[in-house]
């Protein structure tokens, strides 16, 4: 049971739930922040649409939920990389009304120099942090914005802000994530749908181990763990369009944060285009 006290976030259950429910869509749910962001969003009383590529994970994450939120689930087991994915999800979630959408996986699947992968190798890693996204944002998104409610919590990264030695395509597809979600934003603000871009820095996850294991590492204490960092994504998604993580955490009032900067900057870019490009 998730023991987080949202109150004192600043989130009330009920009006939460209205809001975003009564489903949220968990893209890359089976372990790490993705399982975080299930637990809490049940705990908050919304059903969940769990999905990655092992169900057997899910199907146990499910019957956690389940059984001690009441809530109902639905287990999507899909490969976000492949072409088919979008319509496969679009397919299994039928009728159920997507209120959240957390599009939470990401990882590359190599940390490593650009040409240590051939560009084939590359292919699948990149329509999941471009393609699979927006069209999952247009989809369920362009219902929200139907409905006149709901949110988009897309996890990003630092890595999203500039080029980093290997990490070339994540570094790119984190930024296309980070500057869509920043338009959606602006477009969809006054539409009563929030978008947040989460962006984080190193956090325990199994994947962030996986990756330091190969590369002969332990994980240094003291790393961010999904358990601090989704509350404050889902305390936050009425305030962006972006989050980053520890940057905007404990500034003092008055003080600007990297996030505030950055909402600025899309406010007054978005002025100044619309000089070009119409409102
Ligand atoms: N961990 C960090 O240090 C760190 C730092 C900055 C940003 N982030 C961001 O945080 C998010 C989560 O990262 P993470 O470390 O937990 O790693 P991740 O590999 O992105 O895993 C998260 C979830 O995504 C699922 N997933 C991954 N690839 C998938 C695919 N092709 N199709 C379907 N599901 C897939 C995984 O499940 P299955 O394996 O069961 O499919 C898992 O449930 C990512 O967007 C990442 O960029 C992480």
Redesign the pocket.
Known sequence: MTDVDFTALGIEPAEFKQKYGPWALI?????????VFARQLASLGLNCVL????PP?LEELQRELESDYGVETLVVG????TEEAVATIIDKVGEREIGLLVF????PPFTENFLKASADEWA?FVR?NTVTVYRCCHHFGGQMVERGKGGVIL?????GFGGTRKLSL?TGT?GFILNLGESLWAEWKDLGVDVLNLV????D????REHMAAHGMEVPEGMATPEEIVPLGLAKLGDGPTLVHPDDVDVPAGEKTRGDLRRDHVLESTRISAQFIGD
């Not at 893209?27 to 399982?35: E, K, M, Q, T």
């Not at 999905?51 to 092992?54: A, K, N, Y």
């Not at 939470?104 to 990882?107: H, R, V």
């Not at 996850?205 to 962030?208: A, I």
């Open positions: 893209a890359g749910a089976s372990h790490g922040l993705g399982a999905l990655s590529r092992r994970v899909v490969d976000l990389m939470n996986a990401g990882a699948g999941m996890v990003g990264s630092h890595a994540y984190k984080i820095a190193s956090t996850t199994p994947t962030m």
